[in-house]
Every structure is written in C-alpha cells, then in structure tokens.
C-alpha cells in the first residue's frame, strides 16, 4: 500500500509517519525518509537497505509490484541491494535486481530473529496482483507447540520399548515402533521350534486330507506358519499350489488374531475371521453361521510348552476352548501339535536388555502371548522382581488373563488381534494422554 494508507499504518502502530517514496540508507546515513525507530533498526542490520514503499500489516493488501510479500505485523519490506551509485532509483527496482535481492535476503532473515522481529519478514512473492495477508501470514505457533509436546510425528520419541516375541513377530512391530520414534530392545524370551518325526508325520497326514474336514482354525501366527511350512513341503514350495490345494478341499479356514495376520500377510484368504478375536468369538461365529454341524470334522494346529516353559494353569491351553465348543456340537475334533516352544539358551539374567529393564531404564514393554510372559517373570524373578514396572502391552485375551492371573498390571491392553499397528497405537495414546497442548 502507498500514500496516506502507509503513514495511518504507520501511525496506528506507534511509528512516526514516513515518505511514501523510495529511500535509501547507505553506510550509515538515510535519505530522503525521516527517522523512525524500526528503520534505525534496518540500519543496524546492514549497511546497505533498500527500502520500499509497501509497509504491509495483517488484513491490507500489498500492492508493490517488484518485492511483492506476505508480512506479519510491524515489518518492513526491505532487501539487500548493492547500489552503485548514490541514490536509488526505480530502476533499481527493476525484475533484474530481483535474483540480487534474493541472494542476500537470507543474510537479514538471520539476523531479524536476533533483534526480536519475524524472522520471515523478508520473504520475496512475486505475484503479479495484489496479494492480501492476514490469517495466512499467521505463525501456527500453537500447533508447533502441540507438535514439540507430542512429539510431533514421533509420538515416543525417546521411548524404550521391550519386545519379548519371536523374530518373525518381533520384527514388524520394532518397525512400527521405530518409525513412532521409540528405541526398541529385543529379547525373546521364546524361541519356536520345528515339530518332531511324530508331530510333522501327523501333520502332513492331515495336509493330505484336506478334502474330510469341514473346518481349519489357526488360532496364532505360530501355528500358520507351522501349518504353512508343512504344507508347502508337500507342494513343492509353491505358495500358488498351497492356495489351490485349500480352495480345492473346500475346507473353511478360520482365524484369529495374530494367526488372521500372518495369513494376509502369506496372501492365503481366511473364509472367517470374527469380530471378537478370541477362541470364543470363533466359535459363536461359527455357531451362528452353521458352518460345523453334528459329524463334521474340524483341524486345530496348536502348540506344546516344552519344559521348563510352563504358563499358569487358570490359562487355557490354546485351543482348549475352541475343541470344548465344537464337540458340543457333534464335530469330531483333531488338535494336534504343530511345533514346541522353548525358553532360547541366550537369554539369561546376564543380557544388557535385562539389566536395564531391572534398572528401570525400560519405558514400556509388548508381551504377546501367555509362553512369553511366563518365561519374562522366570528372568526377573517375578511379578515382584520389579521395583516398579514399565508400561505394560498385552495382545490377546490368553495373554491378558496371564497377566491378571500374575497380578501384572496392564496398561495398555490390546483385545482383538495382535496387530503392531494396534500395539503402536495403544502406546502413542497412552504416552500422550495428560500432556497439555497449549
């Protein structure tokens, strides 16, 4: 803006009325403007400042055609120009001049902050009409603030974050978690081992008669990869002839939970997967769906606990609960073990991950099943083996009714399924609850 516009702007901001014409303040001395406080401080940040004739507030426009900007409140709009002569001119003005002033603009955008004005006061547009400032020169200074608070888009940022699961559970979700911004420790506190002459026998038969059950539940992301693998040496490990052979047998593949996830993951379609993530919720589906009736024949890939790896006995096995419901409906139920979990031989007390989850140095830890809290407890001696605890996650009603049955406390619990997206996300909320934004 211009003319009378310039000096009611100036003056409605406690500044002393300006010329409306081009000057020029070199090496100390000012021309053709009187003097004013905000263009002494222009003056102490260069020797050589252009100052044009487009002094620009919130809500009015700006009108000046060369250096056309978006300004905050109480900002001049000013560039660096070498002169080479005397005084400046409109020529100087000119679109030519426009790369110079844009080469030496980050000199002032450095030094602005210093002297307690916007640093983005001398930001150069180019537009061609005017332009008017307003709600879009406005800092979003309280999102900033709520970004800084939550941690921006690393919500646990500087968190450390305990995995207890296997590798092939543990690795998607230390993903997840380092790209939340949390530092995550493994140790695995089970390891899964391949079933035995006997178990792999059973299994393989079972694979081969497919086409005599009605249904197969894979309750675990364990027990499909345990069927998996057997399945595909039978296919010559053709993950496509796997497919065919199941869409072939018309057998009906339920799952749940981790074991639903590791199937989409293989890219093999699960024909029921219930809304409630539990043995019980498979079952009542299937109840209501009359998919098993009196006769038919239903396969359950599970699980064995290898001495000394024990859970509670309140726990159900695996399974247990899902056989129990289709044997009262008339089904014969085939539940056979598909692998064996153990305690690894490298975990002990002595591990730099135990120490510092002692120490109390752990902000948070993920437990995925009932197998590996009761091995975690046996490495630190217990529920009371703690101090205090860290935040504690629990994927899985099996796992959530270890830790009540221990007396563990669980903060963050994750009912349906196991996804690390879910476990993440119950995280990031809980960290972040109780902090004030602004």
């Known amino acids: 803006m211009a003319g009378k516009a310039t000096a ?4 409605s901001l406690g500044y002393p009325s300006m010329t409306t014409r081009r000057s020029t303040l070199q090496h100390g001395r000012m021309l ?11 003056l102490m940040l260069s020797a050589t400042i252009c100052v044009t004739d487009a002094f620009s507030t919130p809500g009015t426009s700006v009108t ?9 409140s109480k900002c001049l709009q000013a560039a660096h120009m070498p002169l080479t002569s005397g005084r400046a001119t409109p020529k100087s003005f000119s679109k030519k001049a426009a790369p110079a002033c844009l080469r030496c603009s980050p000199a002032l955008s450095s030094a602005m902050p210093r002297h307690h004005l916007p640093h983005n006061a001398p930001r150069w547009g180019g537009r061609h009409r005017p332009r008017r400032v307003g709600a879009a020169a406005m800092t979003n200074a309280p999102i900033e603030r709520a970004r800084a608070t939550l941690g921006g888009s690393k919500p646990l940022a500087g968190k450390r974050v305990l995995l207890t699961q296997p590798s092939t559970a543990a690795a998607p979700l230390a993903a997840r978690l380092i790209h939340a911004g949390a530092a995550p420790l493994w140790l695995p506190t089970i390891e899964v081992l391949l079933p035995n002459e006997e178990e792999t026998a059973a299994l393989q038969d079972a694979v081969l008669r497919l086409t005599d059950y009605r249904m197969l539940a894979l309750l675990s992301d364990v027990a499909v990869d345990a ?10 490990n053709d993950a496509k002839a796997l497919e065919l052979m199941l869409r072939a047998s018309q057998v009906e593949v339920g799952a749940i939970a981790s074991g639903a996830t590791r199937l989409r993951e293989l890219g093999i379609a699960a024909t029921l997967v219930p ?5 019980s919720g498979l079952a009542s ?23 000394p790896l024990t859970i509670d006995e309140s726990v159900p096995a695996l399974g247990s609960v899902l056989e129990s419901r289709m044997r009262a409906l008339g089904a014969t139920v085939d539940r056979m073990g598909a692998c064996a979990l153990v305690t690894p031989v490298s975990t002990t007390t002595d591990t730099p991950e135990v120490r510092l989850l002692c120490s109390g140095d752990v902000d948070a830890v993920c437990i995925g099943s009932p197998e590996e809290l009761s091995s975690l407890l046996a490495l ?31 903060q963050v ?14 995280l990031s909320k809980h960290f972040a609850a109780g902090k004030l934004i602004w």
Not at 32 to 42: A, R, V
Not at 64 to 72: D, I, K, N, V
Not at 275 to 279: D, I, T
Not at 413 to 426: F, L, T, Y
Request: proline share 7%; charged share 15%; net charge negative.
């Open 227 to 236: 069927f998996v693998n057997c399945a595909l040496a039978l296919a010559d």
């Open 64 to 72: 000046h055609g060369a250096f056309r900007q978006l300004a905050t």
């Open 285 to 307: 589906a299937i109840e209501s769906l009359g998919t098993v009736s009196a006769g038919d024949a239903v396969l359950i890939p599970t699980l064995r606990s290898q001495p």
């Open 413 to 426: 619990p994750v009912e349906r399924g196991g996804e690390p997206w879910k476990m993440v996300e119950g």
């Open 380 to 410: 630190v001696g217990g529920v009371e083996g703690l101090q205090e605890w860290p935040v504690v996650t629990a994927a899985g009603q099996r796992t959530l009714a270890a830790c009540e049955a221990h007396g563990l406390a669980v």
């Open 8 to 11: 009611a702007a100036m003056r």
């Open 275 to 279: 809304l409630e993530h539990s043995e």
């Open 32 to 42: 053709h403007s009187p003097h004013s406080p905000l263009l002494s401080l222009m």
